[in-house]
Structures are given as structure tokens and as C-alpha cells.
């Protein structure tokens, strides 16, 4: 049996959560984000892609 490869992407950390609304300091959270400039690799998935579209101002999709 083959593995099934899963698409992911890669998500960058680019602005502060200071003075940010508590459902944003979340959703960043949420996707394993907390410090800037990290880059986190996460399964491509509505939900994740979702939460990325929540916060276009703190993250962005890095592209190899």
C-alpha cells in the first residue's frame, strides 16, 4: 500500500497579536502560531484555510 501524501501548506506569522480581538489572539493560537516570523507547515484543509482568511493581516502563506 502506498502512503496517501497529504497537501499542506506553510503559514508565516507576519503581524502582532497585541491589541488584537481575543477571537483573533485565538485563531492564531489555533494554528500553532504565537511568535512573530514563525513558520508553521499545516494540512491543506477548508477549516485550516478558513482560519488563515480569519487573519490576512497577522499570517501569510509562504510559498516554497
Partial sequence: MAAKKTQTIKVKQVGSPIRRP??????????????????????????????VAAIPHLVQVVED
Fill in 22 to 51: 481575543k477571537e483573533q489572539r485565538k485563531t492564531l493560537s489555533g494554528l500553532g502560531l504565537g511568535k512573530m516570523h514563525k513558520v508553521v507547515e499545516l494540512e491543506d484543509t477548508p477549516a485550516v484555510r478558513g482560519m
